[in-house]
């Protein structure tokens, strides 16, 4: 059993992935900023916690995090604004890592987009620059820490049904779509047992392979 902190808890994955992590038999803390979100997240089986972490500091989301075992970010400012964008994505993405490190919460998994990264190519001119930006800052971040990381890289998000089967983007094997509740079973096989998938990044599409065939 881990002890899982969902920053992000009322996102479209982290509502589908709290109830598969709950069977697995995991306690399951998610983080809101809005108490309206809290019986909705309730619904779910998980704990919900009511917390802004684009306001709290590094010391104040440390005790948010403390007693648990591991960290699951699915948060994100949803575009639109650049100023949030990057104060979430970027800025309490970081301080959630930073804080993590603090309290002893050595195991972080970051659900990040498909082609961020130093090279993701998108002009400063464009609207999506600062998510990407943004995205990409953070996950160099994780990736430098001393933190048990993960990085999943999902494509184009959908809302269709779950295969709990998928592709890794590379290669021949361009960036193209895969449903929400896809990266929910992702996100499940990562937790299934300890180490799995550590020190990776996953970059994926829906596909042909079962989700922990990919991942072992």
Known sequence: MTRIAIIGGHGKVALLASPLLLADGHEVSAVIRNPDHADEVSATGATPVVA???RLTTEEIADLLRGHDAVLWSAGAGGGNPARTYAVDRDAAIRSMDAAAA????????VSYAGAGPDHGVPEGDSFYPYADAKSAADAHLQDS???WTILRPSRLTLDEPTGRIEVVGGDVAPG?????????VVRAVFASPGTATGRVVEFNDGPTPVAEVLG
Do not use: F, I, Q, T
């Open 103 to 110: 309290a002893g919460v050595r195991r972080y998994v970051m």
């Open 146 to 148: 001393d933190l048990e």
């Open 177 to 185: 779509e895969v449903s929400r509740a896809n990266v929910a079973e």
């Open 52 to 54: 802004d972490v684009e």
